[in-house]
């Protein structure tokens, strides 16, 4: 089975088992609601701790939750630095449009004329719009906006993005 972050534990919070993620997903209140199972990976764990989320918070710029069965911070301070993550049949469909992260990374990108530029190696999400990196076979990394105006096509199946090579656009 396939699984995929959502949010990574950076420490406890308060004495009542809470415990303070950062947030790697865009749905956070579907992805953190009640109810919710998640796999929470300690680092070099194989197999995850399956989690039941007991309550859900937003505090400053992260997400505080607990988990059932975990009531008190000493039950939670083993999870620092654990990743929560969802399992790939847990994943809903997206609007026609809108892709998952994974799907976008290794894409090869490709220019309007043909031309290979690179793969899709990071996503940077800067607010206004996401920023892909592109890695070429050799030279400087490529910092592509994923805005009409430049990505005009992006088939998954054949994991391919066609974008419209603006002047300046492109690293020397």
Known sequence: MEWFNVGKIVNTHGIRGEVRVMSRTDFPEERFAIGTKLGLFKPDAKKPIMVKIASHRQHKNFELLTFEGYPTINDVAEFKEAYLRIAEHDLTELEEGAFYHHEILGCTVFSTEGQEIGVVSE?????ANDVWEVKPKKGKMHYIPY?????????INEKKVVIEVLEGLLSE
């Open 147 to 155: 805005i009409e105006d430049v990505v005009k096509e992006i088939d």
């Open 123 to 127: 996503i940077l999400e800067t607010g």
